[in-house]
């Protein structure tokens, strides 16, 4: 069965950083583009960053670039999400999802991803 599970959310005040990881386990992801989306209360799910199955390319919302970074390590079967300078409005519940197509996560095509993790909170406190 296979499973993505996300960690590092917690509580950090607005300027600070935090890392997540998304662990995948059930088969290898290698070959598969993954991303991160993110829910924040009362708001619908919104795309945040994507890696290609390679990490050579990567895709950013205009509101987190230049402040995230999505990297990926295959051998480990993780991508992380690097979060800097965050603030308040950053605060939400943080997805991990992967795809066989790219298209899938830029398009924040929901219902049609072939995965998701159950996501980690991010708090940020101004």
């Known amino acids: 069965q296979v499973h993505l599970v996300e960690s590092g959310g917690g509580l950090v005040q607005a300027g600070g950083s935090r890392r997540l990881s998304c662990v995948a386990s059930?088969?290898?992801?290698?070959?598969?583009?993954m991303g991160w989306f993110r829910q924040a209360p009362g708001k619908e799910r919104e795309f945040v960053a994507a890696?290609?199955?390679?990490?050579?390319?990567?895709y950013y919302a205009d509101s987190v670039k230049g402040r995230f970074t999505i990297s990926r390590d295959s051998a480990k079967n993780t991508v992380y999400l690097q979060m800097n300078s965050l603030k308040p409005e950053d605060t939400a519940v943080y997805y991990c999802a992967a795809d066989r197509l790219i298209a899938t996560l830029l398009n924040g095509d929901y219902y049609g991803m072939d995965y998701w993790g159950k996501g980690t909170l991010v708090t940020v406190s101004s």
């Open positions: 059930g088969r290898t992801f290698s070959g598969d583009p």
């Open positions: 890696t290609s199955w390679s990490g050579k390319n990567t």
